[in-house]
């Protein structure tokens, strides 16, 4: 191990649908978390990995923190609370604004529990003036103690660089946990569903509210190893909202399907066959028992 090798782990929070993926992806330059213009698409805790000549950072990647309005809400809340235990420093990300809201506020006290560093990640200042952005800055500062502040654009990719030095300032020397080809520790079933649902809510727009899951309930090679055969459900919360998810003569279940295969084949480096099912289960997201079912881990609920 070289002598100047950092490892550690670096927690983003932040409220839903600030960009939180969206840095991940652009970080690791692969696509890991699932990105949708809807909150409260990441549900799990997701480990990505970045590796290089300095050191590594596995990147904890928290659902969004807010108040809790139902059982998923309350794990996802319980989620993100407990990843501050595991990390060494936690990047909060924000939009590129004055305007502190009662979210905002509502993390800044639950970060005053933690002794950890805190850097303020100032997200999409591709989308104001630059003048403004010291402004904006100051008015977080005034909020909470911050170690450093970095404003970013993760979708235009400016700045992250900044953003990296400043996440290895703050973590231990050591070995490195992971492999130098490790991108996440999630199980590929996993991803898969995560990239079908992303696909879903995209088709889908604002048609269906959240209510969705999705189980894989085969992926199997054929022994040629040319094919994977995937069999998957799309879960939803009422027999409307299956008759959108299908669409006419099942064009929307086919589009959905098509986007997602492509995605997955590119992931798996070979051909996918992905059939999909609709179920509906009522109020899901109320159960425990269908929570776990669905793959959110039972220690977290």
Known sequence: MKEDFKSGFAAIIGRPNVGKSTLMNHLIGQKIAITSRKPQTTRNRIQTVYTSERGQIVFLDTPGIHKAKNKLGEYMVNVAQRTFQDADVILWLVEASDYIGAGEKHIAQQLQKTKLPVILVMNKVDKVEKKQVAGFIEAYRKLYDFAEIVPVSA?????????????????????????????????????????????????????????????????????????????????????????????????????????????????????????LWVKVKKDWRDSDFLIKNFGYDKKEI
């Open 155 to 275: 979708l235009r990719s400016v700045n992250l660089d900044t953003l990296l030095e400043c996440i290895f300032k703050y973590l231990p020397y050591g070995p490195q946990f992971y492999d130098e080809d490790t991108v996440t520790d999630q199980p590929q079933r996993q991803i898969v569903a995560e990239m079908i649902r992303e696909k879903a809510l995209r088709c889908l727009e604002e048609e269906i509210p959240h209510g969705i899951a999705v189980t894989i309930e085969r992926m199997k090679e054929r022994p040629q190893g040319n094919m994977v055969d995937i069999d998957a459900t799309i879960i939803c919360e009422r027999d409307s909202h299956k008759g959108i998810i299908i669409g006419k003569q099942g064009a929307m279940l086919k589009k959905i399907g098509s986007q997602a295969r492509t995605e997955i084949e590119n992931m798996l480096e070979t051909k996918v066959n992905l059939k």
